[in-house]
């Protein structure tokens, strides 16, 4: 029964527009909680806002921090809201569930001189090539992950100086490109068709794995840890360290974060603004320059 509540509550989110990574996303916690409520002898049409409590000290003694069990709750609610609106649940207080305080995560960026040395890394053989295109575009464009990988040998034009994105829900947004990016286009797209060409494989990826296939988020991942073991920056590293890397960066030298927002493809503008106090350094350093009795 639970089970196929839960099928339907995904084909509701595809036909919100919800990525397939989002779903499993919610799927994976939703399947911890249905797990707990057979634990216990319930069904999630029995569950009542003390029951998800109940849940949600259960995750906590597991030792889960107040970010986890409010991604747990969210994920809950939603699913109780999707069970109310279809009129498999009667709302008896789960939806005005408040979250718990979640711990305020420090936004880990890059160094202007750690990119540059990352952009020198590797040889002059084609993955060696793909790594560092791939790194320049993260940097210069804020991409997610998803939205990297998802990008075909058409998306960028080398005569153009933007490059259109569908993120998140399907909302599109529009992208500066660089002249780094456009300069360095036509060498790359050269080298990935040798590569095929060698490979024997048709692909329509912009970026390929080594077996001439589409380059997929783990992929990325795996490049991205290969990249920071040689550096040896001494800190952790993601591919999403780059987005917050362009975000930071622009902030830092005066950006609107309004802007910032717009290019981030954040539908709330309080997401964006975990970046601002990164400026702090900024501030003081102008502040410093230009107050008369600094």
Same mark, same amino acid.
């Not at 797990?35 to 109940?54: C, E, H, P």
């Not at 024997?200 to 970026?207: K, S, T, V």
């Not at 910032?260 to 493809?265: A, F, K, R, T």
């Given at each position: 029964?639970?089970?196929?509540?839960?099928?339907?509550?995904?084909?509701?989110?595809?036909?919100?527009?919800?990525?397939?990574?989002?779903?499993?996303?919610?799927?994976?916690?939703?399947?911890?909680?249905?797990?707990?409520?057979?634990?216990?002898?319930?069904?999630?049409?029995?569950?009542?806002?003390?029951?998800?409590?109940?849940?949600?000290?259960?995750?906590?003694?597991?030792?889960?921090?107040?970010?986890?069990?409010?991604?747990?709750?969210?994920?809950?609610?939603?699913?109780?809201?999707?069970?109310?609106?279809?009129?498999?649940?009667?709302?008896?207080?789960?939806?005005?569930?408040?979250?718990?305080?979640?711990?305020?995560?420090?936004?880990?960026?890059?160094?202007?001189?750690? $990119?540059?040395?990352?952009?020198? !890394?590797? %040889?002059?053989?084609? +993955? =060696?090539?793909?790594? #560092? *295109?791939?790194?320049?575009?993260?940097?210069?464009?804020?991409?997610?992950?998803?939205?990297?990988?998802?990008?075909?040998?058409?998306?960028?034009?080398?005569?153009?100086?933007?490059?259109?994105?569908?993120?998140?829900?399907?909302?599109?947004?529009?992208?500066?490109?660089?002249?780094?990016?456009?300069?360095?286009?036509?060498?790359?797209?050269?080298?990935?068709?040798?590569?095929?060409?060698?490979?024997?494989?048709?692909?329509?990826?912009?970026?390929?794995?080594?077996?001439?296939?589409?380059?997929?988020?783990?992929?990325?991942?795996?490049?991205?840890?290969?990249?920071?073991?040689?550096?040896?920056?001494?800190?952790?590293?993601?591919?999403?360290?780059?987005?917050?890397?362009?975000?930071?960066?622009?902030?830092?030298?005066?950006?609107? $974060?309004?802007?910032?927002?717009? !290019?981030? %493809?954040?539908?709330? +503008? =309080?997401?964006?603004? #975990? *970046?601002?106090?990164?400026?702090?350094?900024?501030?003081?350093?102008?502040?410093?320059?230009?107050?008369?009795?600094?």
């Amino acid at each position: 029964m639970d089970s196929d509540i839960l099928a339907s509550f995904s084909d509701y989110l595809r036909s919100r527009k919800r990525s397939e990574n989002t779903i499993l996303a919610y799927g994976k916690d939703l399947g911890f909680y249905t797990g707990y409520l057979s634990s216990i002898g319930k069904s999630v049409t029995d569950a009542t806002a003390f029951t998800v409590r109940a849940y949600l000290s259960h995750v906590k003694n597991k030792g889960c921090s107040n970010r986890t069990m409010a991604r747990h709750l969210s994920a809950i609610k939603k699913f109780y809201f999707f069970l109310v609106r279809s009129g498999r649940f009667t709302d008896n207080g789960i939806l005005d569930m408040r979250s718990p305080r979640t711990e305020k995560n420090i936004v880990t960026f890059l160094e202007p001189d750690e $990119i540059e040395r990352m952009l020198s !890394l590797g %040889g002059n053989d084609f +993955l =060696s090539l793909r790594n #560092r *295109y791939m790194i320049l575009l993260f940097y210069a464009s804020g991409l997610r992950v998803s939205e990297l990988c998802s990008l075909t040998v058409d998306a960028i034009d080398a005569s153009s100086d933007m490059i259109r994105i569908t993120g998140k829900g399907d909302k599109v947004r529009e992208i500066p490109l660089l002249p780094a990016i456009t300069r360095t286009l036509p060498d790359y797209l050269a080298g990935r068709t040798r590569y095929l060409t060698a490979s024997g494989r048709i692909c329509e990826a912009l970026f390929i794995n080594k077996n001439g296939t589409p380059l997929g988020q783990r992929g990325v991942r795996h490049i991205m840890k290969i990249l920071i073991r040689r550096l040896a920056i001494g800190r952790k590293i993601s591919p999403h360290t780059l987005r917050h890397t362009f975000a930071t960066h622009l902030i830092n030298n005066g950006a609107d $974060i309004r802007a910032v927002q717009e !290019l981030l %493809g954040h539908s709330s +503008l =309080s997401t964006t603004q #975990r *970046y601002t106090h990164v400026t702090n350094r900024r501030i003081i350093e102008v502040y410093n320059r230009a107050h008369p009795h600094a």
